[in-house]
């Protein structure tokens, strides 16, 4: 017997058959992305690696990308998300430059931008799985912010996702100072790297780090830190703490 | 102007290929009260003759800021001009809240034009009868522009509309190379000196005239009758001086401006 049972629009988000059609659980996923403010523009690094789950399946992903002439967009999560959001600021981009006015989206205007969409996909329970970098300079400005799925945005000199921020930004907290050199801002994004690198599972051994500044953006080669695995607390990490693995 | 049969709708051409609605619209600009807008390389001036029906009444409101960084002045049927500004404000807002950033007015500004082309090309429609001098901010700099019913628009140094803005224009073609390196100031003394050119003889007080000012590091204001009347009565004393060779030029530039949408050739959208 079927009183009038509660029908839905077709294009609902809500019931089970719908389930299908948002996102609930990320599947390939890029882990942290680090990044600084140095004195010349910005500069932000990740790996190249994407996870299926507990499998490194994926080596050669590239996570940051350059977004119009003045912003460098770095993501962790969902790859596919990351496509996604490839493709519609690639149509923002477009009609900005259409408009061919002397006018273009600076770095500010992107972050806020993302930070709408973000949001408003939370907002109807089917969110793009990413937590964003944003950096640039524009008209000598340096802007880094990030964005996280459920819409959470802020500014800051150094920004971190996932893993990064619980082992990178405490090592950028105590290191970062105003106007750091690109060598010393290469070397302190290292070693957040590297310790990342040490800690996370799902970080690989082939890294890519990119610089924003206002001549333009270029992007390293990727490659590999130097490890060392012969710390005498590696070889018998129980030692100190029975029963951990 | 005179009727003909190809003037009913706004979708019939002439055989002169010419849309006769679209140019009635234009007139209806000339027959509203003066408006005036000049710009330097950091600030623009708005400034506007207020008409009011009666004593009993106060006048139309023709200045309207439409962000922190963009104004505009209007002249014809100003219901269009209200719809249109709040078209505008709405436009900068939407904007403002996605990007955290100004509306470039230039982008504005074209989409404006394209909203009053719309009204050009449909039949059920009409073109909205009211001329807009929009001042704004962008990254290059100060701009003031011209929209026009047709659906055109013109980047100006400085410029008038409405009723007697042609005695306005012959003063501000004289000025207008001063313009770009004058002082806020002198710009807005300009302005007032202008819109006393289409009083033609009657005083100028602040109560029959409206200045707004917008800068770089200005936001967009209307200046209070206070102000207005100091900056009067600042420059009044030179302007006697000045008075006699103003008329004159006046006399001479005054007959041709009502005239110019009438004459066969060159339709005036077509500038």
Redesign the interface.
């Known amino acids: 017997m079927n009183f009038m049972a509660s029908k839905q629009p077709e294009n609902s988000l809500l019931g089970p058959e719908a389930d299908s059609q948002r996102t609930l659980y990320p599947y390939v996923t890029g882990t942290s992305v680090v990044a600084l403010k140095y004195k010349d523009g910005i500069l932000m690094a990740a790996d190249m690696g994407g996870s299926y789950g507990s499998t490194l399946r994926y080596k050669s992903v590239e996570r940051m990308k350059p977004i119009g002439k003045h912003s460098l967009l770095g993501a962790s999560g969902e790859i596919s998300d990351f496509q996604e959001i490839l493709r519609y600021l690639d149509e923002l981009i477009l009609y900005d430059n259409m408009?061919d006015?002397?006018?273009?989206?600076?770095p500010?205007?992107v972050h806020?931008?993302l930070t709408?969409v973000m949001y408003n996909r939370r907002n109807k329970f089917n969110p793009l799985w990413n937590s964003l970098v944003l950096g640039g300079v524009k008209n000598g400005q340096k802007y880094l912010g990030t964005v996280s799925m459920i819409g959470v945005n802020f500014e800051d000199n150094h920004v971190a996702t996932g893993f990064g921020n619980h082992l990178a930004r405490p090592i950028l907290r105590q290191e970062w100072h105003e106007n750091l050199s690109y060598e010393d801002g290469v070397r302190l994004l290292e070693k957040c790297m590297r310790v990342l690198l040490y800690r996370d599972r799902s970080a690989i051994n082939k890294l890519q780090i990119a610089k924003i500044t206002e001549e333009g953006m270029t992007i390293s080669q990727p490659y590999s830190l130097k490890t060392y695995w012969e710390f005498s607390a590696f070889a018998n990490p129980a030692q100190g703490a029975v029963g951990t693995w | 102007m005179f009727r003909n049969q190809y003037d009913t709708d706004v979708t019939t051409w002439s055989p002169a290929g010419r849309l006769f609605q679209v140019e009635y619209a234009m007139e209806a600009v000339k027959q509203g009260s003066a408006a005036i807008g000049l710009r330097s390389k950091t600030h623009i001036v708005l400034g506007c003759v207020n008409k009011a029906n009666s004593e009993l009444s106060s006048h139309q409101k023709k200045i309207f800021k439409v962000d922190d960084h963009i104004g505009v002045a209007i002249a014809g049927l100003t219901a269009d001009g209200r719809v249109l500004s709040r078209y505008m404000r709405n436009e900068c807002i939407n904007y403002s809240?996605?990007?955290?950033?100004p509306l470039?007015v230039?982008?504005l500004v074209?989409q404006l034009a394209d909203k009053a082309q719309v009204c050009t090309q449909r039949s059920w429609k009409r073109p909205y009868g009211v001329g807009l001098l929009v001042a704004g901010l962008?990254?290059?700099g100060a701009h003031l522009y011209y929209n026009c019913p047709s659906g055109n628009y013109f980047e100006y140094q400085a410029f008038a509309i409405g009723s007697r803005s042609q005695a306005a224009k012959t003063y501000l073609e004289r000025k207008f190379e001063n313009f770009t390196d004058a002082s806020r100031d002198d710009l807005v003394k300009d302005a007032l000196m202008a819109i006393r050119e289409t009083l033609q003889g009657e005083t100028l007080k602040s109560s029959v005239c409206t200045i707004a000012v917008v800068g770089v590091g200005e936001p967009f204001h209307i200046l209070d009758q206070g102000t207005v009347q100091q900056m009067i009565d600042a420059f009044e004393i030179v302007g006697e001086q000045e008075g006699p060779d103003a008329a004159a030029g006046q006399e001479a530039s005054a007959e041709p401006e009502q005239g110019a949408g009438a004459g066969e050739g060159v339709a005036p959208m077509d500038i």
């Open positions: 408009w006015d002397g006018n273009s989206l600076g500010k205007e806020n931008y709408r | 809240f996605t990007y955290e950033s470039p230039g982008r074209v962008d990254e290059s």
